[in-house]
């Protein structure tokens, strides 16, 4: 029998493996994004949605899926939440009623406004850690990640 006392060590280390590392990343800085920010309902996921409405107004639901990489059945529950917060308007399309087309609302230009001061903060404290030699390395391989197993 094993001594409770005595440590343990792994038989099996998941250190080497890139999608391990690559999950234990990205939840690393989503939560010190969200502790930064203070804003538990937006996250990194709703800032760049956000963003992404706001410089493109009147953008559709399946482009802005496209572009931020989530697929139509988890983008919709989220941008009825927005929604919901009074962030965006979602409207019907004159032209193709299947289509939503997308809009930030005032509130939610304050509210991106504030969440992009500490996304520049948070950004900012990510390229020091990666440092200025090593980011062109790192997001060219996440590019080519996303790009050839998308």
């Known amino acids: 029998m094993d ?6 060590t792994l038989t099996v280390s998941l250190t080497e ?3 391990f590392q690559l999950r234990r ?3 690393v800085s989503f939560n010190a994004f969200a502790y930064r920010t203070d804003q538990s309902d937006l996250g990194p996921g709703q800032f760049a949605m956000l963003t992404i409405i706001s410089e493109n107004s009147g953008i559709n639901q399946t482009l802005l899926s496209q ?7 988890s983008i919709t529950p989220a ?11 979602r409207e019907r399309s004159s032209t193709d009623g299947r289509a939503i087309l ?5 509130t939610g230009q304050q509210s991106l406004a504030k969440l992009a001061e500490h996304a520049r903060a948070h950004d900012a404290e990510l390229d020091r850690i990666v440092g200025e ?7 060219y391989l996440l590019d080519r990640i996303v790009t050839e197993m998308n």
Request: hydrophobic residues 35%; aromatic residues 4%; glycine residues 4%.
């Open 25 to 27: 990343a990205q939840d």
């Open 102 to 106: 997308l809009s930030i609302t005032e």
């Open 17 to 19: 493996r890139i999608a």
């Open 133 to 139: 030699a090593h980011k062109p390395l790192l997001l």
């Open 79 to 89: 941008l009825k939440r927005l929604e919901k917060q009074g962030y965006i308007k």
């Open 67 to 73: 572009v931020t990489g989530r697929d139509k059945s």
């Open 3 to 8: 001594d409770p006392e005595k440590p343990w």
